[in-house]
């Protein structure tokens, strides 16, 4: 939801996917690490499972759309392809 909240409010989409796959990246590193010093716990992590997940939530969506963009730019001409593009990701504004 954070990237769809950040081309809502007209911000950088690149960024804002960039910053959750940091984060959920960071989350599976430092867990285990926040468990042993807030409780003084060994945390197994499934690694194999955490990869997966990820890979399933950050891969396939920017796999899916490169595609789909390359599809479109096949289909369409350059210039009408960023005009539905650009009306697409610029009219989701905040208005007051």
Do not use: Q
Request: charged share 10%; hydrophobic share 55%.
């Amino acid at each position: 939801m954070v990237i769809a909240w950040t081309a809502l409010a007209g911000g950088s989409i690149g960024v804002a996917a960039m910053l959750v796959a940091v984060g959920l990246l960071l989350t599976v590193i430092f867990i285990s690490g926040w468990m042993w010093v807030l409780i003084h716990t060994v945390v197994t992590v499934p690694y194999g499972i955490i990869f997966k997940d990820l890979t399933t939530v950050i891969t396939i969506p920017i796999i899916v759309d490169y595609i789909l963009c390359s599809l479109l730019l096949k289909k369409l001409e350059n210039e009408k392809f960023m005009s539905l593009y650009h009306r697409a990701f610029t009219t989701w504004h905040y208005s007051s």
